[in-house]
């Protein structure tokens, strides 16, 4: 049976999805990835975080972005 890593209480960081035990968010994870940091940079920094936590985040994120939404881009100023 595989491992849950994300989970989403209304009690926990506002409802956010945080990892499984912590209250780091997916939001927070991502935000690092994005501005560089590698997975190694993020586990040292967060020493409660395993890689699969990681990459069941990322893995997290994807499926919620392949909802039936869309997300219109600004557009920039002319």
Same mark, same amino acid.
């Given at each position: 049976?595989?491992?849950?890593?994300?989970?989403?209480?209304?009690?926990?960081?506002?409802?956010?999805?945080?990892?499984?035990?912590?209250? *780091?968010?997916?939001?927070? *994870?991502?935000?690092?990835?994005?501005?560089?940091?590698?997975?190694?940079?993020?586990?040292? #920094?967060?020493?409660?975080?395993?890689?699969? #936590? *990681?990459?069941?985040?990322? !893995?997290?994120?994807?499926? !919620?972005?392949?909802?039936?939404?869309?997300?219109?881009? !600004?557009?920039?100023? #002319?």
């Amino acid at each position: 049976m595989q491992r849950q890593w994300v989970i989403s209480n209304p009690k926990v960081m506002m409802g956010k999805p945080v990892i499984v035990g912590t209250r *780091i968010t997916v939001e927070l *994870i991502l935000e690092k990835l994005a501005a560089g940091e590698t997975i190694e940079q993020v586990l040292e #920094a967060h020493p409660q975080l395993t890689r699969e #936590a *990681i990459l069941a985040a990322l !893995a997290f994120a994807k499926e !919620a972005l392949r909802a039936d939404v869309v997300y219109p881009l !600004a557009e920039a100023p #002319a």
